[in-house]
C-alpha cells in the first residue's frame, strides 16, 4: 500500500523553543520517525511518502489551510492508497470534518493523527498515534477518520474534550468506527457510506459567526453583526430556544432569516442534540426557516456552514445542502422535519 503523508504542524511536530513548544520538524525528521514505527511492516506492504504542506499550531489553522490539505488530496487522488495528515489537536476535529464534506464519494482512507506531546520526546503518545494510523491505513475503510489513542472516529464526529491526557477525543453521539489494541483492528461500527460519485468541493465562504447564548446577552448585538455575515449559528441552552421576554432574541433572529442570513440552531449539550419542539421557546423559534443541526457537533456545524454557504447563496439551499446527513454527521433516525405537535407533550412522573 502506498501512503502519502501530508503534515501540517502541531504539537506532533514541535520543538522546545525558548517561547515554549513550536512546530519545527522538517521531512527528513518526521519520515525517520514514522519509519522507526513502520518496522512491522515490510516495504511491499507500506510505501511511505512525505509532504511538508505548512508548519503550524493548529491554533492557527484557518479554512484557507483546510482547502489546501483537500486540495493536495485531490492532487496526488491516483498516486496513493491511502492519505495520512499529521495536525495539531486544537483544531483537529474541524479539519476532519471540513475534509469530510470537501472529499465526499472518496473511496480511500484520509486518517487524520496528532499527539498530546512532541514526537521527538522520549515519553510521547505520538508513537502509538502513528502506528494505529498506519494501521488503520491498511484496513482500506474509505472515509475521513481521526485516529487516536487506539480510537477510530468519523471525522464528523471527533471533538477535543482534554487538554492534558492521552484520550483527548470523543466521538459525539456516535460509536467509534474501530478500537486498535496491539496492532489489531477491532470494528465497532459501520463507517458512513460514500456517495456514488466523487467530488472534490472546496469551495468555502468564511463569512459565518458562532455565538455561545448566555443569560443577559443583549437583543441589540443581533443588529450590530447583520451586516458582516452570510450565516449565523446559535449555541442554545438544552433542547433549543432563544429568549423572547426582557431581551427579545427571537424576533431579532427572526429578522436575520428574512434578511436571508442562514441561521443554525444547535445547543451547548455536548450529547443527544437540539430538538426545538420540545418547549414554546424551542417551537417559537421554528416559526422562522432556521436551520436544524439535529445531534451534529459544533466542530462539525461550522465547516458545514462554510461548506453549504460556498455551493450556493440561495437560502432554501443552504438549509437542505446543510440538513441533508454527509459523513456521518447525522444520525440516520434524526427527523429534520418540523412539524407542530398534535398533542401536548407530557412526562410521566
Not at 521531512?27 to 510505501?47: A, C, I, P
Not at 492532487?75 to 470534518?97: E, K, M, P, V, W
Not at 421557546?281 to 462554510?306: C, F, H, R
Request: proline share 4%.
Amino acid at each position: 500500500m502506498k501512503i502519502l503523508v501530508l503534515a501540517t504542524g502541531g504539537t506532533i511536530a514541535s520543538v522546545e523553543t525558548d517561547n515554549g513548544l513550536l512546530p519545527g520538524l522538517n521531512v527528513e525528521e518526521l519520515r525517520r520517525y514514522f519509519t522507526e514505527q513502520n518496522k512491522q511492516y515490510s516495504q511491499s506492504e507500506l510505501d511511505l511518502d512525505f509532504h511538508l504542506l505548512m508548519n503550524k499550531d493548529s491554533t492557527n489553522i484557518s479554512p484557507h489551510d483546510w482547502v489546501t490539505i483537500a486540495q493536495a488530496v485531490e492532487t496526488h487522488y491516483n498516486d496513493y492508497d491511502a492519505f495520512i495528515i499529521t495536525h495539531g489537536t486544537d483544531t483537529l476535529g474541524y479539519t476532519a470534518a471540513a475534509l469530510s464534506y470537501m472529499l465526499q464519494g472518496f473511496d480511500k482512507a484520509v486518517v487524520l493523527t496528532g499527539s498530546q506531546i512532541p514526537l521527538s520526546f522520549h515519553k510521547t503518545d505520538a508513537k502509538r498515534n502513528v502506528r494505529d494510523a498506519l494501521t488503520y491505513c491498511l484496513e482500506g475503510q474509505p472515509g475521513v477518520f481521526v485516529v487516536f489513542d487506539g480510537k477510530v472516529i468519523q471525522g464528523t464526529r471527533a471533538v477535543k474534550i482534554r487538554t492534558k491526557s492521552y484520550d483527548a477525543f470523543e466521538s459525539i453521539n456516535h460509536p467509534y468506527i474501530a478500537k486498535i489494541i496491539d496492532g489489531h483492528v477491532e470494528m465497532c461500527a459501520s463507517p458512513a457510506q460514500k456517495k456514488e460519485r466523487l467530488q472534490f468541493e472546496t469551495q468555502l465562504c468564511s463569512d459565518i459567526f458562532l455565538l455561545k447564548l448566555f443569560p443577559g446577552l443583549k437583543a441589540s448585538f443581533f443588529d450590530a453583526i447583520a451586516d458582516n455575515y452570510k450565516g449565523i449559528i446559535i449555541e442554545s441552552f438544552g433542547n433549543g430556544g432563544l429568549p423572547f421576554e426582557d431581551e427579545n432574541i427571537l424576533d431579532r433572529v427572526g429578522n436575520l432569516t428574512k434578511r436571508g442570513i442562514s441561521v443554525v440552531m444547535t445547543t451547548q449539550c455536548l450529547e443527544e442534540g437540539e430538538n426545538l419542539l420540545l418547549y414554546e421557546v424551542g417551537q417559537k423559534v421554528a416559526q422562522y426557516p432556521i436551520i436544524l443541526s439535529g445531534d451534529m457537533n459544533t466542530e462539525a456545524i461550522v465547516p458545514k456552514l462554510m461548506w453549504a454557504l460556498g455551493q450556493t447563496t440561495d437560502p432554501t439551499e443552504v438549509k437542505t445542502l446543510f440538513e441533508t446527513p454527509i459523513g456521518g454527521d447525522l444520525s440516520a433516525d434524526w427527523d429534520m422535519q418540523i412539524t407542530p405537535l398534535k398533542t401536548p407533550v407530557r412526562f410521566s412522573s
